[in-house]
């Protein structure tokens, strides 16, 4: 399945031009991996750099795990989809009724939250008291005690978008509390042994040979400041276990439903570049993968369907990075100014998600019509992105130069013939 069917001599060429943005000395990255899809088949994959860097037997190959960031919240939204074929949720019912106590915004008592509402980031949770909370305190102790912090006071549920981590944190609660089932497990289940992707949620449940493909996440920055030396070593961030095995902070007692924030839904899935083209190739098949059929038609379809666009006063965009949303997905290229695009042509459209975090970016990318994507994993800068701004996009050059080299040679729609 993972053969190329590119000729040799523009694989090279495409080669050389990843390589150069991998090994830019203004911008170096620790680790790379890419794969493109044509015509809904895997069509192109690249990889440089190492898991550990101070190991050079590491090399990155199209099976390394990374914690891919944001782009769990939409992998984790199709958990949430197969639940509701399942009819054991339904996106317009107040979660209130699932988690078995109030869900409310302080300022609008009287509005009802909505799974709907928690998948397109427009359920009026704010980040500002945080979105993880380890040990034994279940959520409900934070998500009812009426921080002013975790909510808008402006706008009521429903009414205006503002990207938050926490929204994910609730809905691995509301997932865990209709199955009865841990989090992380009930993803391995629904989703990914199905599909016989390697990697989870939960390191400490990984095998050995699972932990081993693992890549560590670097920057030249450390870990608890925002001071970048690019002259200075590559620091691990997260995912270093070269001295043993990830200790569980599970409590012992655990009780699905407490609080899913333990399994980080909104960001802590562990997949490779592979295991994230079989999701795509599984989307691009409506739903089947290999004989089975994983999500149905119509849930793909209402996934990636629109459910919030910037009207110009209905949405925080981040700086032009957010224009369209849909169901745990991002729309891509729907601004006017379209700093929401992900390449140079502004003509491209796609669905999917973007992740930030420990020095990863990641792009999943896919042209449902036309059955083209993109996935690219970083596992790591070696400069404050900050000094390296896209030209076009709300994206770093880095990515810039990857997903548009990335386009022009594998995803790019022919052009119509002369006359027609």
């Known amino acids: 399945m993972w053969s190329m069917s590119l000729a040799h001599g523009q694989n090279a060429a495409l080669d050389r031009e990843l390589a150069a943005v991998a090994h830019d000395p203004a911008l170096p990255l620790a ?74 915004n ?27 909370w380890a040990g034994e305190q279940p959520i409900r102790a934070e998500l009812t005690r ?23 944190g609730v809905i691995g609660t509301v997932m865990e509390q209709v199955t009865g089932e841990r989090f992380d497990l009930l993803m391995q289940r629904l989703l ?21 493909r693992l890549a560590t996440l670097y920057r030249k920055r450390s870990t608890d400041t925002e001071v970048w030396d690019s002259q200075g070593p590559w620091i691990a961030q997260v995912d270093d276990y070269r001295s043993g095995r990830p200790l569980s902070a599970l409590p ?19 997949i490779s570049a592979q295991g994230l083209g079989q999701l795509m190739q599984m989307l691009l098949q409506h739903g089947q993968y290999q004989g089975r059929t994983i999500l149905q038609p119509d849930s793909i379809r209402l996934m990636f369907s629109q459910q919030w666009l910037f009207d110009g006063r209905n949405g925080d965009t981040e700086q032009g990075q957010y224009g369209s949303w849909g169901l745990g997905s991002q729309r891509f290229g729907r601004l006017a100014n379209g700093r ?11 669905v999917g998600h973007l992740g930030e975090a420990y020095g990863l970016l990641s792009t999943f990318a896919v042209d449902l019509e036309r059955g083209n994507g993109m996935i690219v994993l970083i596992g ?8 390296h701004p896209g030209q076009y996009s709300a994206l770093t050059r880095s990515e810039e130069r990857i997903l548009t080299a990335l386009y022009r040679h594998i995803t790019r729609p022919p052009r119509p013939e002369p006359g027609r």
């Open 31 to 104: 680790s790379l991996s890419v794969l493109a899809l044509r015509a809904g088949q895997v069509d192109y994959s690249y990889q440089t750099g190492l898991r550990q860097l101070d190991r050079p037997a590491t090399g990155v190959g199209p099976d390394t795990l990374y914690r891919i960031a944001s782009i769990s919240k939409m992998v984790t939204a199709m958990g949430v989809m197969k639940l509701i074929e399942q009819h054991k949720l339904d996106l317009d019912t107040d979660v209130s009724q699932y988690l078995g106590y109030p869900l409310r």
């Open 106 to 132: 302080p300022g609008f008592p009287e509005r009802e939250i909505t799974l709907r509402m928690l998948l397109s980031h427009t359920s009026s949770l704010r980040d500002g008291a945080g979105y993880y």
């Open 146 to 168: 009426g921080t002013p912090s975790m909510w808008s006071s402006m706008a009521a549920p429903g009414q205006f978008f503002t990207y938050a981590n926490l929204n994910w």
């Open 192 to 212: 990914l042994q199905p599909m016989g992707i390697h990697g989870g949620y939960f390191p400490p449940s990984f095998s050995d040979a699972e932990l081993d």
């Open 252 to 270: 012992a007692s655990y009780q699905p439903g407490q609080n899913a924030t333990l399994f980080s839904p909104t960001g802590g899935l562990r």
């Open 340 to 350: 929401d695009r992900l390449v140079e042509d502004a003509t491209f459209h796609a």
């Open 380 to 387: 790591g800068l070696g400069r404050d992105p900050a000094l």
